[in-house]
């Protein structure tokens, strides 16, 4: 599977973070090797204590790194460091750069990572399939909770936001580009 968000969807296994109490789904290496299944691979292999805890503390680095990038501040160093040793030991990606408006990845494209059209329309499908599911998942509380973004992001982006504004995010975004490139009538390419 090729999964543009599974980045992601692994640090959310673990979210309300800031919360007294963060609601944690990864709670063993059985917890971890379901997930993997339902995500990456078809199927669940045991996993070794240490596969797990290697597993969680890269979830975390990658929170943090990410964290902090939204909160306009530099990542720490070891955290790069340690995020690009485990990009290094995998296929692909290789290094993670800290660019002037973000990270970019640089990535080896002869591994067959890039999705030709049949592919990224399969990949849409299954994207939104996801989300439709979480969201019919998703309680009225849970809807309503909300936090602070970086309105800088992205000119939909409010300063609160609650589960239920991001849902609608790619809505917005999508049919503000969309009317950016669609031709008025009688317009002659």
Known sequence: MNRPDLCLEFVNTRYWRGQETPTETLNSAEDLSAWAAGN??????????????RAIEARE????????TARGKTPAGADLETLNGLLA????RTTLRRERNGFSWDVDMRGGTALGQRGQLILFDRVIAA??????AESDTDLARGMRYPTRWDPFF???????????????????????????AGTVA
């Open 89 to 92: 030991a995998s296929p692909a």
């Open 61 to 68: 680095t990658i929170h943090r790194v990410f964290d902090a």
């Open 158 to 184: 409010q300063d609160y936001m609650t589960l239920a504004d991001l849902y609608r995010f790619p809505t917005q975004h999508f049919d503000f580009h969309r009317r950016q490139l669609t031709l008025a």
């Open 40 to 53: 990456i691979s078809k199927e669940a292999r045991p996993l070794a204590k240490r596969e797990f805890e």
């Open 131 to 136: 989300l439709q599911r979480r969201l019919d």
